[in-house]
């Protein structure tokens, strides 16, 4: 740590424990990579590049009637127009590992993409971060004083989302730094201590450090449910790292890197007591320790971005979780998440890396 006027500022350290999605927003589908299945390789296809070889070569007709014909083996397509595998390459904006997510015998699946700057190097943004100790540090505010009113679960959306945003205010909106007759303070968040709280992106991740992820729901009893879908993860034992920095003219003084690590730990427990508990691990999971961790990014799941259970407790959280997961995605059954599953949400997200499941998103901390 180094202390810079009002400033402290760590190195902050994670260590993927599992695979860790940080989700860019598109997907590649099935006719947008080649699949080595000698090599266990994707390659991702530079679609600009793609589309102008195959106006120069006049192949663009016959690609069109490939797609149409519903095949996805890309592959087959490059060789059958002779593409060869320097002209592949050559189009191809970078190569990642399958792992265990494809194989020549199942159908391919459709590829979430990961985060990735201008130059496609994968990095991890400040703000996702930001985003998993935001609820830790409500959470611990919460665990010491309950302020404010719940929202309304059977409001619509919209309201829901202004009376949460009312009651986080009163939480995090405490600075006044905007001090006037015409400033509700616990609603504007300039005056939030978050303010205080800045972290870096990631240094850049090598490609050899990503791999291929499949998307499977467990139930509490640990049986899974493996879906048609695949991700770009980053591999377990993975190191990341950021820079944090603590403003403590915003910040008061006795929040430092250690009292965060405190809420950590103080988080991690209450989240393998009140959620973890209530689930079977799957028969071929492997051991994750969630000691001294971050959970975030994309299969971290519900328990892992709300305040319901610490605010509420268990069971009324539950009922809380179930009211909202049944109005929100009415197909899935959440209106017998308590009695037919005892838990609200009724599952966890994994993904298959080495034969083995883990839950996504796990990450081992350090403050320093």
């Not at 971050?294 to 259970?309: C, E, P, Q, R, W």
Request: contains cysteine; aromatic residues 10%.
């Amino acid at each position: 740590m180094k202390s810079i006027d009002h400033l402290s500022v760590y190195d902050l350290v994670l260590t993927t424990r599992a695979p860790l999605y940080i989700g860019s927003g598109n997907e590649r589908k099935k006719t947008e990579y080649l699949f080595d299945s000698n090599a266990k390789t994707v390659s991702m296809i530079d679609t600009e590049a793609f589309f102008e070889y195959l106006y120069k070569k006049q192949l663009a007709d016959r690609y069109e009637r490939f797609v149409l014909s519903g095949d996805t083996r890309l592959w087959q397509f490059f060789k059958n127009c002779g593409i060869s595998e320097k002209e592949q390459d050559s189009l191809s904006l970078y190569k990642v590992s399958a792992a265990d997510a494809l194989d020549e015998v199942h159908s391919l699946k459709e590829i979430h993409t990961f985060m990735r700057d201008s130059r496609h190097r994968v990095y991890i943004p400040g703000s996702s971060v930001k985003g998993a100790l935001r609820t830790v540090i409500l959470t611990d505010m919460i665990f010491r004083e309950k302020k404010g009113i719940w929202p309304d679960c059977h409001q619509n959306k919209d309201k829901r989302a202004r009376q949460m945003q009312t009651l986080e205010g009163e939480y995090l909106n405490t600075v006044s730094l905007k001090p006037d007759k015409y400033s509700n303070t616990a609603n504007d968040p300039v005056n939030s201590i978050l303010r205080g709280i800045s972290i870096s992106d990631s240094e850049p991740i090598s490609h050899k450090d990503m791999i291929l992820v499949g998307k499977i729901d467990v139930n509490e009893k640990g049986s899974p449910k493996e879906l048609p879908i695949c991700r770009e993860c980053i591999r377990p034992g993975t190191e990341l790292k950021f820079r944090l920095t603590l403003d403590h003219s915003v910040l008061p003084s006795d929040f430092t890197g250690e009292s965060l690590m405190q809420m950590i730990r103080r988080f991690d427990a209450f989240y393998q007591k009140t959620f973890l508990a209530r689930f079977k691990p799957p028969s071929d999971v492997f051991d994750v320790s969630y000691q001294d961790a971050l959970i975030l990014g994309g299969g971290a799941g519900f328990f892992s971005k709300t305040l319901v259970y610490p605010y509420l407790g268990t069971d009324a959280g539950m009922r809380y979780t179930e009211t909202i997961m049944t109005k929100q995605f009415s197909k899935h059954h959440h209106e017998k998440d308590i009695s037919e599953h005892g838990i609200s949400p009724h599952t966890m997200k994994y993904g298959r890396y080495r034969g083995k499941l883990y839950h996504y998103g796990v990450c081992g901390v350090q403050i320093r």
